[in-house]
């Protein structure tokens, strides 16, 4: 029998097989202000590229079972949803800028870094901003993240980006980039170096199985893109239609 993946029930079940094998679920922010190391713990992330209403109903399942995770929003309007930013950090989650900013300044550096430190300041009114990362972008030629090959994000009261703060060769990436798991194959830029204990997986069931086989490690960090999570089956059958006809224009012509 078929069981679709993709869904805020299936999304229930992973946060449910990660609580019950005691893995404490963190923010960004929280677990860089943490002041013991836990043994088993998962930084869990939202990339809201689009679709910010589905960004709060995940926010609001979090809140229900006590997690508090990041939601990292984009300046463009298909993200910036100023109310449901509000919401979001009322339940205690933590908020950052999602930047694309060398994308929309067209590689100028100068114009680039003068868009970040005020789009920046636009999401520091809802929360007080403290981690950041890039949007890929992957069908444009600009890679967001070079920015700070002439810049320094820590000159902005920034404590971390997670693509050059955290030690990937020592904690599982697991992103649903491409509506897929195993994100290689289809991502363009949301990619780490990966050590042997990164593997990939089909499919949500097969980390949920995993983690309740106690075959994961003890540091994962997640990254979850809400707007890939739907419950109306309309929307689900759409956003995996558009999401295999994009997977297959970034694999033969952008996957490298």
Sequence with gaps: MFTKDFTFSVYE????????????ILSYEDYLSSKHSPDKYVILRHDVD?????????????????????YYFRIVKKSNNPKIIKKIASLGHEIGYHYEDLTLAKGNFEKAINLFEKNLNYFRKFYDVKTIVYHGSPLTKWNNKDIWKKYNY?????????????????????????????????????????????????????????????????????????????TNPI??????????????IKRYFFVK
């Design 235 to 248: 929307f689900w059958i759409w956003e995996l239609f558009f999401q295999n006809i994009k997977n297959i």
């Design 50 to 70: 689009k679709l910010p209403l589905n960004a709060l109903k995940m926010a609001m399942l979090e809140n229900s079972l006590n997690i508090k995770s990041t």
């Design 13 to 24: 079940k992973l946060l449910h097989s990660l609580i019950s094998a005691n893995y404490e």
């Design 154 to 230: 820590k000159d902005f009261n920034i404590l971390a980006e997670p693509f050059f703060d955290i030690d990937f060769s020592k904690t599982l990436y697991l992103t649903d980039t491409g509506r897929s798991w195993n994100g290689r194959k289809y991502s363009v830029r949301d990619r780490v170096n990966l050590n042997s204990e990164n593997k990939s997986y089909n499919s949500t069931f097969q980390i949920i199985n995993a983690i309740n086989n106690n075959s994961l490690p003890g540091r994962i960090h997640i990254n979850v893109h809400s707007q890939r999570w739907h």
